[in-house]
């Protein structure tokens, strides 16, 4: 551990690649499963851009392993951790929330 705080900033983004990897993956997978529901705006270059952006961040993730794996590991754990508390509650449907558009 470094006192210089270089720790922090080595190893955020190893949690944020895959982040935004899986973000990316979420709005390709919802479109696909739920083509009918509502969206406030749409995502410029669908389905190339955000295909092409979880594949570079895929393709970062997969670099950053083989560079500093401990580190990209224990990010990669970090989200594990956080989105345990969130896997039983984040399939119920939610009350008062349009389905389809309006």
Do not use: Q
Not at 14 to 31: E, M, Y
Not at 43 to 56: A, C, K, R, S
Not at 59 to 76: C, D, F, N, Q, S
């Amino acid at each position: 551990m470094h006192a210089d705080g270089s720790t922090v900033t080595d190893g955020a983004p190893r949690v944020g690649t895959p982040a935004a990897a899986l973000a990316v993956v979420g709005v390709v997978v919802l479109r696909c499963r739920e083509p009918a529901l509502w969206r406030p705006y749409r995502t410029w270059g669908y389905p190339v851009t955000p295909l092409l952006v979880g594949g570079l961040s895929t393709r970062m993730v997969v670099h950053a392993l083989r560079e500093k794996p401990a580190a990209t590991w224990a990010g990669i754990a970090t989200l594990l951790l956080a989105a345990g508390p969130y896997a039983p509650v984040g399939r119920r449907p939610r009350e008062g929330v349009a389905r389809e558009a309006p």
